[in-house]
């Protein structure tokens, strides 16, 4: 969550905007020199003499709460992502080693992977995908990705590049706003919206060159801007670098970020120009944005053309991974479901950019038996975010659905309504939490996740999200008590946040009990003082 830190540096009106329209900002701490160099010895030496870190590197080098709890950092994310915004428990190191082909022939634009021996780095240009397991993409700043530099990066060491405002259009091909910075200096912390696409380069220089990934999650819904507001008026940044002009979706999520769920606020046509034309001459966020009431009938006719063609199951290549079929088909352009990150179908995207009025239509669709389109139109109402008795009722109901997938959309959803979660919705979370069907516990991924490892993480951020309305303590509690004794560390990590907040003597106990039995001393370096 975010920090004891009452001093935040808050973005400013052009700050989001220009993060808005490239989905990246750069910064620089106010950390002294000396804790960035510690840091970065102490990823050199964890790299070369223990094993990968992974998720436990914050806890193996707790310097980087420094960085992390930065005024900087910490008022950047939570100018966007709202004051109780969540560190995930997902983290990485990326180290990229040295790399002895020839350079020439590899460009800011190249799609290739060459990296050095021990690299745990990419240099092919990608979407992260969601971890544990696949969840829907979103238009809608919700989660965001933080790379830190503990020392300086030169253009020789591979600094990483972006496709500037790709977020908004699931295409990794796409080959122009491209940015890769000359140097990066000591201590730098980067933030793009996590569904930038973005990618290492190979390291030309002579040393290894090291970031540290991190990713925060929103809480809450925006009901006020969080950042240092002037003027609520949409204005294209002058300093962003990207070429793509996305105005109408551009201005949907400002709107959004004000606190203007149902994007009621008008869009001004004077700063609303021609993005880049299609062969039909209009682009496709175009469509998705220009927001005309009268199209609602004709989106929902388009979406149930989807239906019928069993898209809520992935297809799958011949990758295997110790005896089991993994890989999704990367080839096909088709929306429907995968275990990386879900892309919805355009129209639940325009539909959800409709608001309220859109509501009435998309709730019928929750009962239509095809699951794909009951997982868009669970998608759509939580873009929507619009917290009413029935919806949630409406939602809750699939929480008993025998689709995975469609169980997974729910709770994602139920997230972002905890005001009005009852405790008839909290009991279906409850009951959800005992069920062991067999196809819920087949490996999906190659790193061992289970679709009910993303259901326990999916119920544990719903109900952390509910641990801020101040209701049905006794209830949550006793759920995110239950949560702690599972198998994934994401989900309980997450729970123990949200017993906290609860602020119970016995919440409070549980807590602290399953946080200190999981204490460890980051002292112990194998190659020098092993105990």
Not at 54 to 68: A, D, F, K, Y
Not at 101 to 123: E, P
Request: glycine share 4%; net charge negative.
């Amino acid at each position: 969550m975010t920090t004891l830190n009452s001093d935040l540096k808050l973005l400013d009106d052009q700050d989001i905007q220009r993060f808005i329209m490239d989905g990246m900002l750069s910064f620089h701490p106010d950390v002294s020199s000396e804790t960035h160099e510690e840091i970065h010895n102490l990823l050199s030496d964890c790299s070369e003499n223990e094993s990968p870190l992974g998720n436990n590197v914050l806890s193996r080098i707790p310097q980087m709460h420094e960085v992390l709890r930065s005024k900087e950092v910490d008022g950047a994310i939570t100018s966007i992502l709202g004051k109780n915004y969540l560190l995930h428990p997902h983290r990485a190191v990326h180290r990229s080693t040295p790399v002895t082909s020839d350079s020439s022939s590899f460009d800011i634009t190249t799609d290739k992977y060459l990296v050095g021996k021990n690299s745990t780095t990419t240099s092919l240009w990608h979407q992260d995908a969601q971890s544990p397991t696949a969840r829907a993409r979103h238009h809608l700043p919700k989660y965001i990705i933080g790379f830190y530099f503990p020392h300086d990066v030169t253009s020789e060491m591979g600094p990483t590049r972006f496709k500037l405002g790709s977020y908004m259009q699931h295409d990794e091909s796409a080959e122009d706003n491209l940015f890769q910075p000359n140097f990066i200096k000591a201590g730098t912390f980067m933030i793009c919206h996590f569904d930038t696409v973005h990618a290492g380069f190979p390291n030309f220089s002579n040393q290894d060159r090291y970031l540290v990934k991190f990713v925060f999650t929103r809480t809450e819904y925006p009901v006020k801007p969080r950042w240092n507001l002037k003027n609520d008026n949409w204005i294209q940044s002058a300093t962003a670098m990207t070429q793509n002009n996305y105005s109408y979706g551009w201005q949907y999520i400002w709107n959004w970020l004000l606190g203007d769920s149902d994007n009621s606020k008008s869009i001004d046509s004077k700063t609303t120009q021609s993005s880049k034309a299609s062969d039909s001459g209009e682009n496709r966020l175009d469509k998705i944005y220009k927001n005309d009431p009268n199209q609602v009938a004709d989106l929902i006719i388009k979406l149930l053309s989807h239906a019928g063609k069993a898209k809520h199951q992935r297809l799958l290549v011949k990758t295997e991974y110790k005896g089991q079929t993994f890989e999704y088909d990367k080839k096909t352009t088709e929306r429907r479901w995968n275990e990386m990150a879900v892309v919805m179908e355009d129209e639940a995207y325009a539909l959800a950019a409709m608001g309220k009025q859109a509501i009435t239509n998309v709730l019928p669709l929750l009962k239509y038996e095809d699951p794909w389109i009951q997982i868009n139109a669970i998608f759509i109402l939580g873009e929507i975010g619009y917290e009413s008795e029935e919806v949630v009722e409406a939602i809750s109901k699939l929480l008993d659905s025998p689709h995975q997938q469609v169980v997974r959309q729910a709770l994602d959803t139920l997230s972002c309504m905890p005001n009005q979660i009852n405790e008839n919705c909290l009991s279906f979370i409850s009951n959800l939490l005992e069920k062991r069907p067999n196809d819920w516990l087949k490996v999906l991924v190659n790193r061992g996740w289970t679709a009910l490892d993303q259901i326990n993480f999916n119920a544990s951020m719903l109900l952390l999200n509910c641990t801020f309305s101040g209701k049905h303590k006794k209830e949550l509690e006793e759920i995110l008590t239950k949560l702690l004794n599972f198998s994934t560390g994401y989900s309980a990590k997450v729970a123990s946040q949200g017993l906290i907040n609860l602020k119970t003597p016995t919440a409070l106990n549980s807590a602290i009990t399953y946080l200190s039995d999981r204490a460890w001393d980051e002292t112990l370096i194998p190659a020098t003082k092993r105990y």
